[in-house]
């Protein structure tokens, strides 16, 4: 369309240039030849006289001229429709495109938050996405507001152009070049043949004068071949002119603007409304879905934290027993003190019998390999209570003295000890 535009007004503006040209050297060039050639042919009435037809036929050209169309009245810079449009048309693309990027980012950044779970990403991702909705749902209602309103114009262009030129041009002008149709007759044709003959008979007359006056006076073939070059120069004006004004070329610029807006144009807006249709719903999806995985992550968090705390292996009890770590390990050497202090008062106790089941017991001695640390040095030694609580307290969690050692040990060696231990 603006490529279009832009070669009308070429054409408009080679028109005006040749009509304003070619009047100007009618009225300047040739009155100033004229009047020199009328002081030097003042003696000779028959050559006056046809100086005097000439000039007659020179304003007659003028006439012809100002004639054709009233230019300035019509005068329309299509070069600046045709910059406007461009500029829209790059500010739109632009638009779009920058839309496109941030819808992406926007999935993207969606896509991160799902995968690790995080809330703060989720929440902004979800604040964004209702921002874009909104800006997908507006540029839907203009691109269809678009797409109606170049559909009424496309229904009949022709009739739309000529309504709006009625007072500046002449309806048969209009008509001749939006229909270019051979049986049509150009409206300029008229005061073109007009403007051929008075060049044609203006050139005989000079002919004339050459062949016959300059013998008489030399001082004049100066000024009658500048009269020649002048009137060369208009015939050539005059052949551009008619070619310039014949509705082929306006014709064809008229209906490739017309496909670019009513093909091109209309399907380009039409493939943005798919555009935004499709972002809208997208969007629309994201937004359900992500309250959805909100409730996914808080579910699994508080399963998470419903997981025994007394559990050595899990991290959250390991952080709660970091806290108390400095008191159980007070607490286990105060133990281990007493321990050796009644070992040095008492002799060693006999085996004492537990009244665990015979197999808890063999398990656990299985459990720590045969030690000898643990099997042969006396309980009251160990800080433990005998082997039935020991037993009872095995069955519901592991023993106070562990789980000091275990929260004692560093991060690799307590991964090793609970693959030990479970294995």
């Not at 054709?68 to 500029?87: G, M, N, P, R, Y």
């Not at 935004?276 to 997208?282: M, Q």
């Not at 770590?325 to 281990?336: A, E, I, K, L, P």
């Not at 006396?378 to 039935?388: A, D, E, K, Q």
Request: aromatic share 10%.
């Amino acid at each position: 369309m603006t490529y279009s535009l832009y070669n009308a007004n070429h054409t408009l503006g080679g028109v005006d240039s040749l009509v304003t040209g070619t009047m100007g050297n009618m009225r300047s060039g040739l009155h100033q030849h004229l009047a020199r050639l009328d002081e030097i042919f003042a003696t000779r009435g028959d050559y006056v006289q046809t100086l005097q037809f000439m000039q007659q036929m020179a304003d007659n050209v003028i006439k012809q001229l100002l004639g054709l169309s009233d230019w300035e009245k019509a005068k329309v810079d299509l070069a600046s429709i045709a910059d406007q449009t461009a500029t829209v048309e790059y500010y739109r693309w632009l638009t779009y495109l920058l839309l496109l990027i941030l819808d992406l980012i926007i999935c993207l950044l969606a896509c991160l938050g799902l995968a690790k779970q995080s809330r703060w990403l989720l929440t902004t991702m979800m604040v964004f996405g209702v921002l874009t909705l909104v800006l997908s749902w507006t540029s839907l209602g203009a691109d269809l507001a678009a797409a109606v309103g170049a559909s009424d114009f496309c229904v009949s262009p022709d009739k739309y152009i000529m309504s709006k030129t009625k007072d500046a041009i002449s309806a048969d002008i209009v008509h001749y070049y939006l229909y270019c149709n051979q049986t049509l007759s150009n409206p300029f044709q008229q005061p073109l043949a007009i403007f051929q003959r008075s060049l044609t008979t203006m050139q005989i007359q000079i002919q004339g004068l050459l062949q016959f006056a300059v013998p008489l006076f030399p001082t004049a073939e100066r000024d009658l071949l500048g009269i020649q070059h002048l009137l060369n120069s208009s015939e050539a004006s005059l052949h551009q002119l008619t070619a310039l004004l014949d509705c082929r070329g306006l014709n064809k610029d008229y209906l490739d603007a017309m496909v670019g807006v009513c093909y091109d144009g209309v399907e380009g807006v039409l493939y943005l409304c798919l555009f935004s249709i499709l972002a809208a719903c997208a969007f629309t999806v994201m937004l359900c879905a992500i309250p959805r995985a909100w409730r996914q992550i808080a579910c699994r968090e508080q399963d998470y934290d419903d997981i025994d705390e007394e559990d050595p292996f899990n991290p959250r009890a390991r952080r709660l027993g970091s806290q108390n770590h400095d008191h159980t390990n007070m607490h286990s050497f105060c133990s281990y003190s007493s321990s050796m202090g009644s070992q040095s008062s008492l002799h060693p106790p006999a085996p004492a019998v537990s009244n665990a089941p015979v197999s808890e017991y063999m398990n656990h001695t299985a459990l720590f390999g045969g030690n000898p640390r643990y099997e042969n040095v006396p309980l009251i030694g160990r800080g433990s209570p005998p082997p039935s609580i020991y037993s009872q307290q095995y069955r519901n969690r592991y023993s106070p003295t562990m789980r000091a050692t275990y929260l004692s040990m560093t991060e690799e060696q307590s991964r090793h000890f609970g693959n030990d231990f479970r294995a």
